[in-house]
């Protein structure tokens, strides 16, 4: 794909010019996991297989400041397209050397917030945000730091997740496992009002 041929309209969608998208009402919404080099042009280079095989581009997480344990940039790519090309996308992402670490329907369909508070700093904050998000099976939606005593001392941190529809249940107990471990308190979300 050259990129002086794509265009990105007001809502975030690529097209090419020459190549009507498939329009049949057919589609289905996705989600590919990649990690990417910090290289200029790598996310670019990502998104011309999405593009080349029929899918729509429906938003980008790109995670600048959240680094993998191989020190590549996680990158979340919502698209949408006919079920029978979402193989294809996946298999050009591949072979363009792409890392693909999940590719399937969307999932997340729920948001939970929970509040860490303990030496969130001095624990690694950044490898406690890892683990959480793989073994939750979360991504890291938004985050709020409060450290008034500076990066020794007690601070607190809202963490906005993505989770899989109705897996609220799994994802807290795999963060209580993790706040165990790392001596933090996990103060939890209210999940309904049953008695």
């Known amino acids: 794909m050259d990129v002086r041929d794509t265009e990105v309209t007001a809502m975030g969608n690529e097209t090419s010019d020459g190549d009507d998208p498939e329009t049949d009402g057919g589609v289905r919404p996705y989600t590919v996991r990649l990690e990417l080099v910090d290289e200029p042009g790598e996310l670019l280079r990502a998104l011309a297989p999405v593009a080349d095989n029929g899918g729509n581009l429906l938003s980008i997480h790109h995670e600048r400041g959240n680094i993998t344990p191989r020190g590549h940039i996680p990158v979340e790519v919502d698209l949408e397209c006919p079920p029978d090309r979402f193989d294809d996308v996946v298999d050009a992402l591949r072979n363009a050397g792409v890392n693909v670490i999940q590719a399937g329907a969307e999932h997340y369909g729920e948001e939970i917030n929970v509040v860490l508070v303990g030496e969130l700093v001095e624990t690694d904050l950044s490898e406690t945000l890892s683990r959480i998000e793989a073994e939750a099976d979360s991504v890291v939606r938004d985050l709020s ?31 209580r496992s993790i706040g165990s471990s790392k001596d933090l308190t996990v103060v939890e979300p209210l999940l309904g009002g049953e008695a």
């Open 145 to 175: 730091l409060s450290a008034p005593d500076g990066t020794d001392g007690i601070s607190s941190a809202r963490v906005r997740l993505a989770i899989d529809s109705g897996r609220a249940d799994e994802a807290l107990a795999a963060i």
